[in-house]
């Protein structure tokens, strides 16, 4: 099955099954599900889990219970400013500069601008847990993304400044009816999974698949690295 078939079969089956959430509908975007909180508590029961200080995570609606569990654990979480669209393209929430009541509404999308601090990629801390947004995803670690590719850029960023290397835990949350094992092998830019939790299930995927060294400047336009200041700044001369 292609890329483009998988999301749209993903898509579907969420919104006729019942099994979607807010946001409406689920196509076009990383969609919510039911449950999505019991699968973060999932995630957090993981060792690797227990044991980050710094995440990065994926700002969509389905890991919203992942980010909130973080920061009420103490755990710095880094989510990209949409689209890259500035060179301090990584939004940063430190939970010990935060107010108690402010842990819920810090990583939503509509309130993140009000509680942190824009931080360049190079200011990134040693991240120890990336979480990503997924469409589908295999038990082999393979994961189709909505298409866009800024997933994949923002860890080949990271991973090309040392942020994220070989060790660092990558996972994603999702509904058992996205995973699917009929998904097409990854490309070479598309970053595999360590751990797929749906609320009933925790899968260590003991992945095969190779990470990507960094950017593949190659695969970028002049258009897209004009509209992504940071790229401009690290794409060499």
């Known amino acids: ?66 980010r909130r569990r973080a920061l009420r654990e103490g755990k710095t979480v880094y989510m990209a400013v949409p689209r890259l669209r500035d060179e301090n393209c990584f939004y940063e929430l430190d939970p010990a500069r935060l107010d108690s009541d402010a842990l819920d509404s810090a990583p939503t999308v509509s309130h993140v601008e009000e509680y942190a601090d824009k931080v360049g990629p190079d200011e990134v801390p040693t991240i120890d847990f990336v979480v990503s947004g997924s469409v589908a995803v295999t ?64 899968i260590r995927t003991e992945t095969l698949y190779p990470r990507p060294s960094g950017i593949d400047w190659a695969e970028l336009s002049d258009e897209q690295i004009a509209e992504m200041p940071v790229l401009q700044r690290l794409r060499p001369r």
Do not use: C, Y
């Open 139 to 202: 038990e082999q670690g393979a994961r189709i993304g909505k298409g866009e590719g800024f997933s994949d850029l923002e860890f080949a960023i990271l991973q090309g400044l040392g942020v994220v290397d070989e060790t660092t835990t990558i996972a994603t949350t999702v509904h058992e009816l996205q995973v699917h094992d009929d998904a097409p092998e990854p490309d070479a830019h598309d970053v595999p999974m360590d751990l797929v939790v749906t609320p009933e299930r925790t």
């Open 1 to 66: 099955m292609e890329k483009a078939d998988l999301r749209t079969a993903v898509w579907d089956e969420l919104e006729a099954s019942g099994e979607a959430r807010f946001p409406f509908p689920p196509h076009g975007r990383i969609p919510n599900f039911a449950d999505a909180a019991t699968a973060a508590d999932r995630l957090a029961e993981t060792a690797a889990w227990a044991d980050a200080r710094t995440v990065k995570a994926n700002p969509d609606a389905p890991q919203l219970p992942v």
